[in-house]
């Protein structure tokens, strides 16, 4: 599987348009399903986008990881850098939800 690069969550629409950034309040990933897979890690760093590459921050240092186990409910700030490593061997399921406070996002109104 190809593995979801460094990324924040943001209204992907109004930034690609009108180069604006607006970001759910919050985020969840639920490990639903019984799956069986090595790898594809939820990683996570505590930097926004306007603080710093992520890449920096990962050359010489530890990434905090989170191990997708069956019926785990993960809550994250989704406005800091996070990925999903490369899944090894395996099928990795998972339900990934924003939840957006205020306006919803720009696509959906189209």
């Known amino acids: 599987d190809t593995p979801?690069?460094?990324h924040?969550?943001?209204?992907?629409?109004l930034h690609n348009n009108e180069d604006v950034l607006r970001y759910p309040t919050m985020g969840a990933v639920f490990y639903g399903y019984p799956h069986t897979f090595e790898g594809g890690y939820l990683e996570t760093l505590n930097a926004d986008v306007h603080?710093?590459?992520?890449?920096?921050?990962?050359?010489?240092?530890?990434?905090?990881?989170?191990?997708?186990e069956y019926n785990r409910l993960v809550i994250l700030n989704v406005t800091k850098?996070?990925?999903?490593?490369?899944?090894?061997?395996?099928?990795?399921?998972?339900l990934a939800v924003n939840?957006?406070?205020?306006?919803?996002?720009k696509g959906l109104e189209q």
């Open 4 to 6: 979801l690069a460094w």
């Open 8 to 13: 924040v969550d943001r209204d992907e629409h």
């Open 51 to 68: 603080q710093v590459d992520p890449h920096e921050l990962t050359e010489n240092s530890p990434v905090p990881r989170v191990i997708a």
């Open 81 to 94: 850098w996070h990925r999903v490593s490369p899944v090894q061997s395996g099928q990795r399921y998972t």
């Open 99 to 105: 939840v957006w406070h205020g306006e919803k996002p």
